[in-house]
């Protein structure tokens, strides 16, 4: 490719380009999480473009990370191009965080040149939670004169701000402040996968001619080739079901921001149902602590399983409940992976996050009840019992239904692409 020229190809009427994605904590289905930047990148891939995906090799959110020596290292996974970025390793979210994150912007930005020359990207997207790719994103755009993308998933700095309670003026909020603005002002489109962002954004810098919106996904054929639950856990399941009457289930991270405090006490209230958490995370420890300390013969908490298994462990379920902290932050909008799949499970959902968007209210596919309330979880199991079987069957299907309509990583997929080709037009 002659530098400066545009290298756009089209088969059957159709643009085929190279697609660089910068998320420093993107994973796949056998690794861990982040899984969207997989997903979007194999449906492109079906489509005929070639994608490649630039990340730091120690992540705290997959389950496994890559040893590596070299300062870059190539690898394809399923027909994506994995470009692996030494970075060191740390835990939690302290100064060993932060060290990462710049150790992979740092070499994002020294290999730049190098990036753009070898992959010759149409398209380069900025994807990671905080801002600072955007520098990384918008220099190889520029070097391989392609467009450059900013997809938002947090709002950064806000989140460790209201979240995190990080002051305005801490030297760190400052640089992801900058970023932020920066991605804002520079990029040619912003992906919010939030659906209340445009006044925010556009007080940061943003065109709103420039802004769009893509949640989260499900990808159908996980749902259409059901992977096998585990014996360990099924069994466990199964026993659970033989002694109650009613499960209601949680599955996902065991955090602090889950607010899953109010779904044990809940359990205090309601002895006869059967209260079930699947996961791991930092506070599984004092959840069993709670549960001990209440003597709660109703309360279990499982292993974390594979992704595949999902599927199947949603459907041994009554209920499923979502739930995180009130928090103002949650103005802007929720977009959670968790809430895609329980709905495709067609079972009846209660949901406890107070959010400018409330997809289960809308929808018609469960109850939605006040943020940190265990008096609020007992009445909403309470009326979900004594509703008849049809009436739940008619509400967990509106859910599988509107997944099925608006949150298919196909349909998603080419919505990002017609945001593509729209800016590479003009």
């Known amino acids: 490719m002659l530098n400066g020229e545009k290298t756009f190809s089209h088969k059957q009427n159709k643009i085929i380009m190279n697609i660089l994605i910068i998320n420093h904590y993107a994973g796949s289905p056998k690794m861990g999480m982040a899984y969207r930047p997989y997903y979007f990148a194999q449906e492109w891939i079906k489509k005929g473009h070639e994608v490649s995906i630039l990340l730091a090799n120690n992540s705290h959110i997959r389950q496994f990370n890559p040893e590596q020596t070299d300062t870059i290292r190539e690898e394809f996974i399923d027909g994506i191009k994995y470009i692996w970025v030494k970075t060191p ?62 997809e938002v998933h947090d709002l950064w700095p806000l989140s460790p701000m209201e979240l995190g309670g990080m002051p305005k003026y801490h ?21 919010s996968m939030l659906p209340k962002t445009k006044e925010h954004m556009s007080a940061h ?25 585990n014996e360990h856990t099924k069994t466990q ?33 309601e002895r006869d149902v059967a209260f079930i958490m699947v996961g791991k995370g930092p506070e599984k420890e004092r959840l069993q602590n709670l549960i001990k300390d209440k003597s709660l013969t109703n309360v279990f908490i499982l292993e974390s ?11 041994m379920f009554d209920i499923l409940y979502i739930g995180l902290q009130s928090q103002s932050l949650f103005r802007f909008g929720i ?25 289960v209210k809308e929808v018609g596919c469960g109850i939605y009840v006040e943020p940190e309330n265990p008096s609020a979880i007992v009445e909403a199991v309470n009326q979900l019992k004594l509703t008849s079987k049809e009436d739940l069957e008619i509400m967990g299907q509106k859910g599988r239904d ?25």
């Open 89 to 150: 390793t740390y835990k939690g979210n302290g100064v060993g965080r932060i060290k990462n994150m710049f150790a992979f912007i740092k070499t994002g930005l020294s290999k730049a040149r190098y990036l753009a020359d070898t992959l010759k990207p149409n398209v380069v997207i900025a994807s990671s939670t905080y801002t600072s790719d955007n520098y990384v994103a918008r220099k190889i755009a520029k070097l391989a004169n392609a467009k450059y993308l900013y």
């Open 171 to 191: 030297p760190f909020i400052v640089l992801m402040q900058h970023g932020e603005n920066f991605g804002y002002r520079k990029a040619d489109a912003v992906i």
């Open 205 to 229: 810098g943003l065109d709103l001619n420039n802004w769009y919106y893509i949640p989260n996904g499900i990808v159908l054929s996980e749902w259409e080739e059901l992977a096998e639950l």
């Open 237 to 269: 399941i199964l026993g659970i079901k033989s002694t109650f009457k009613t499960t209601i289930a949680y599955t996902g991270t065991l955090g602090l921001a889950n607010a899953l405090d109010s779904f044990v006490l809940a359990a205090e209230k």
């Open 305 to 315: 399983i594979n992704k595949q298994e999902i599927p199947s462990l949603l459907l």
């Open 335 to 359: 977009s959670p992976n968790k809430l895609n799949d329980y709905m495709m499970a067609a079972k009846p959902i209660i949901q406890a996050i107070d959010a400018g968007n409330n997809v």
């Open 402 to 426: 509107f997944v099925l309509k608006n949150h298919d990583y196909k349909i998603l997929a080419q919505q990002f692409i017609q945001v593509i080709e729209g800016i590479s037009k003009s």
